[in-house]
């Protein structure tokens, strides 16, 4: 064995165990509890094909929970798979990608690598894996343009962010494939395959008709809509969450600081691209992927860390595969050179890298003294207090984070029925007034003597604890605790006894 794969084989093992410790001390939020009870409570594949109609993903990463949940109810083991997967991205990072040893200890222990795409048990690691795969194969890219095509194809079935990278990058190797007029039987087929994918990846995409993910979207004005991803390059590269709060988690220091000092940087790192690759073809992959990426926030308008942190992978990989290209754009590279300009290339690249290092370490020490949804500390409370757990009443989506620590199905109030993972075609309100969320319970209480409401949304303010008042001439509540200490904002539950006032 050399040292070169000693050093793969010891640092992927540190990784791993400082993963397992991670997650260990990580609680699940909305998300990923989600995914796993979409998964847990799909009585079949088929059922599980359904009830993913309106997530806006395609299904390989539900799946693979699938055939866990066959095995078991708990969720750490959906935990344990995704580091297995991230150490997998980490040990084909260390093991091709064609970096110095610093870069590569920088990397997998930054932000994204560390946290974000490590901790939070969601589907984004596979569609790293199957880039990082394809991105290995491309030294010899002449012989592996079917390879290639396979893997962009399965990234393609992670998430449309990924679509879209993999889309640019595909393009890139065709487009020096035709020039080279290199397209054979290998190139033919890795097209087949990999349109083939983006077909699949569509299918699974797009929702039903009666989806209501756009009834926001389309009432936003369209320069806001531009606004949404432009600064998502800046975000994704100077990762800096607000740490002087415990709900660091989706934000930028700089952004809470000053958003027009924020904005004129976010304009200034598009031009990062251009001091850093001599290739054309690299430069036409970056900015055609950040394109797309921007595209991507325009029609969704979802914004949140993990989708800026694409942009950061679309560096990485350009970074990665410029070792490749040698097509240079002489006029660019003359300008740069004539002042000096490359001489930027590195510190910049280590400054993002050192950034993502810190953030990363701050990022995990936070989530692993403080609670990052606090569910499953509420549930191991009304367990240790032996506290009615027969009869578990929630909102809507706020059961959802209840039911894997419960390893069962919780009432949902707004459905009138028992559930477990989010109906994103649910038309209950965002923001329920306690007269509502009372008389939603006086309704439930009807059929029943008692229950324990667990709940995001509090009854009322003014309510005192262990004191039993009469909300209505039918029932009367208790409140019992609430949990307000977690990363995610808006996680804090509540709990309260009910009962009902007999006659």
Same mark, same amino acid.
């Given at each position: ?27 699940? =939020? ?70 110095? =040893? ?33 991105? $290995? ?30 889309? /640019? ?19 033919? %087929? ?58 660091? =988690? ?28 001599? $290739? ?37 990989? /350009? ?22 300009? !490359? ?31 606090? /569910? ?14 027969? !009869? ?27 559930? $477990? ?20 319970? $006086? ?43 977690? %990363?995610?904002?808006? /996680? ?12």
């Amino acid at each position: 064995m050399t040292k070169e794969t000693k050093y793969v084989f010891c640092l992927t093992l540190i990784y791993f165990i400082v993963s397992l410790i991670g997650v260990m001390h990580h609680e699940l =939020w909305l998300d990923e509890s989600h995914h796993w009870l979409l998964a847990r409570d799909s009585t079949s594949f088929l059922d599980l094909i359904q009830n993913t109609r309106y997530e806006g993903h395609p299904i390989l990463w539900n799946i693979l929970l699938f055939f866990i949940t066959r095995v078991t109810s708990n969720p750490l083991w959906m935990q344990i798979l995704h580091i297995l997967f991230s150490s997998a991205v980490v040990f084909i990072f260390l093991k091709k990608a064609p970096f110095s =040893w610093v870069f590569k200890t920088l990397f997998i222990f930054g932000y994204f690598m560390l946290f974000e795409y490590n901790l939070i048990s969601r589907n984004y690691i596979l569609g790293i894996l199957f880039l990082f795969l394809a991105a $290995s194969c491309f030294k010899n890219r002449k012989n592996n343009v079917a390879l290639i095509g396979i893997y962009l194809a399965l990234a393609s079935n992670i998430h449309l962010m990924f679509c879209v990278i993999a889309f /640019a990058l595909f393009l890139t190797l065709l487009l020096e494939q035709y020039q080279n007029k290199q397209i054979g039987t290998s190139a033919t %087929i890795g097209i087949g395959v990999f349109l083939l994918g983006l077909i699949l990846a569509a299918v699974q995409i797009i929702p039903p008709n009666d989806t209501l993910f756009f009834n926001k979207i389309d009432a936003i004005p369209f320069h806001e809509k531009l606004i949404k991803g432009f600064i998502s390059l800046f975000k994704g590269l100077v990762t800096l969450p607000d740490f002087r709060s415990i709900h660091f =988690w989706n934000s930028n220091i700089f952004v809470n600081l000053s958003k027009p000092f924020a904005t004129v940087l976010g304009l200034l790192c598009y031009f990062i691209p251009l001091l850093f690759f001599k $290739s054309r073809k690299m430069l036409f992959f970056v900015y055609t992927a950040l394109l797309g990426t921007q595209i991507f926030f325009f029609v969704t308008q979802r914004g949140a860390t993990r989708f800026d942190g694409m942009t950061f992978i679309i560096l990485i990989l /350009a970074l990665w595969l410029e070792h490749y290209f040698t097509d240079e754009n002489k006029k660019l590279a003359s300008f740069i050179a004539a002042f000096k300009l !490359n001489l930027l290339k590195k510190p910049i690249v280590y400054s993002i890298l050192t950034i993502q290092l810190f953030s990363g370490v701050c990022a995990y020490a936070v989530d692993f003294k403080e609670p990052f949804c606090s /569910a499953k500390e509420t549930v191991k409370y009304i367990e240790n207090e032996n506290i009615n757990t027969e !009869n578990i009443i929630s909102i809507t989506c706020d059961g959802t984070l209840i039911s894997p620590f419960l390893e069962k199905k919780v009432y949902f109030l707004c459905d009138e029925s028992l559930q $477990s993972y989010c109906h994103w075609d649910s038309t209950c309100k965002a923001d329920l007034p306690p007269e509502e969320i009372i008389e939603m319970i $006086s309704k439930y209480m009807r059929h029943h003597q008692n229950a324990t409401y667990i709940s995001t949304y509090p009854i009322a303010s003014n309510f005192q604890k262990d004191i039993w008042i009469n909300v209505t001439d039918e029932i009367s509540i208790c409140f019992l605790k609430n949990f307000e200490r977690s %990363i995610v904002r808006n /996680a804090d539950y509540f709990v309260y006894e009910v009962k009902r006032i007999k006659s």
